[in-house]
């Protein structure tokens, strides 16, 4: 499943051959020998534009001419050659005073690069194509969701109870198991309260939460305030649920299931 | 001699089997009808091989990019990170509507006809009571499900900018949830739909200024009847699930809008 994304593998290709490239360039320089020095000037040509290249030929026939030892020469005129800028010329050759090969007032110093001083908005992101890797799993949790409910609805059957008597109330009568927690509150409170109010409000507050949560982290441990909070509702809502399922009896009284048995229908 | 010929045709026969055949199968994948359905990228087509460009095509190139982008983060497609909590919801839903469909052939929402529907759907239709399961079970588990999902969002903070309304949307769609679950309940017309139902809407009568037109509303009346059935059966199999329909559309769109799910952490 692992898939390195295209870009990487690009970059990664380019920088391996950019190393081999330099390696052997490495390896000619260090032969010393004036032969070498063309070979690695011709895979350099490629990158290196074609004035450059004249003013780099230039400085070296200079240099050649001149009275410095000729391998210490021939070493020096590629890093100059590669680097962009020529500064030897403007010393040895015939050239006027102040100036490049070419007549030129001007060098070039350094490039800087995008990212080194300006913010790049745009961060290439590590991502992974839908299909297969996505689509895969999603298939194989539809599969184990069918499967798991038509082998459960093989073995358990959903219930069906007599037909809709008004006349005879069940004693205990529950609502769904989702609204047993809203059940239990009638216990405490008034109907208005438990059947309206703390409902409303519980949903007007869930429905506000990013508005009311202006914490801008997603990490948990700059978030303990909201995880405890939805932790201690949820957890309390959860077990209003199993009380009002499990712990109510007759008249909707507080027993234990296992003394008095199970008073709940799915 | 003759074993020795024998032997010499059997293994032709064989060969010329498994040349017939996977001629067969290149004359349909290069046929004009096999090529007009799957579009190009399709895994099904002829020549498909797995490239890059091809993983692509899977999705561009199909209904998958209705829900889906071509590549998504990877810490998305991590089971650990959302455990499939909304997928799974998505899923259960088609399921529920599927065995819905299957049971709407043979119910009838009257007080008269319902319940008799029901235990005929058990007793003598085929798969009647296996397909019935299945919506039952698979409804609570939507319900569990949509909440797990919640509290999932919830836990990755992933409700923060820019998804707040993604997350109004899915309350709004829990509610529905838990609607469309409620209004189901009351179809059976058994003993237990009817008195967990007159529980339920009990308590929504005491809504302030106007509970006792809330419930006139809901119930179609003054009590739970043939006209609350009926009501809440168009509720149930056409009106909410439209509704969620819409905003499911919504909630899945601005997941992709609001640069796919959230994190990592």
Redesign the interface.
Known sequence: MVEIP?HLRKRAEEARAKAAAKAAAEAGGTAGAGAEMTDAQKSAAAKIPPHLLERSKAAKAAAASGTDAAPQAASAAPAASTSGASATPATVGSAPVATGPGGHTQRLLTVVKSGSIQDVKSVP???????????V??FA??LF??AF??I???F???????????N???NP???????LG??EL?TMF???V???TIPGIG?FL??L???I?K??????ED?KF??SL?TVH?MFWAVLVMIGSFFRGPGFNFVFPWEAGLFF?? | MAIDTDDEIKAPVKVRISEKLSKLGNDVQGSQAWSSIFRPGSIFRKGYTDSPRNRSYVIMNSVMYHLHPVKVKRHAVKVSYTLCLGGLTFFLFILLTITGIFLMFFYRPTAAAAWDDIYNLQASVTFGLLVRNMHRWAAHLMVLTVFLHMARVFYHGAYKPPREFNWVIGVILLTLTLLLSFTGYLLPWDQLALWAVTVGTNMMGYTPVLGDQVRFVLLGGFDIGTDTLLRWYVLHVLMLPFVAVIFMAIHFWRVRKDGGISGPL
């Open positions: 295209e992101q590590d991502k992974v194509h839908v299909w297969p890797h996505l689509l799993v999603e949790a539809a969701v069918t409910t038509t459960f609805s093989i358990v059957n959903a219930p069906l109870l007599e037909l809709a008597n008004f005879e109330t069940p009568s529950k609502a769904p198991w989702y609204f809203l059940q009638l008034h109907p208005m438990a059947g309206v949903i869930l429905i939460a990013p508005y949560d914490n801008p982290s997603n990490k948990p978030r909201a995880i939805m949820l229908e799915l």
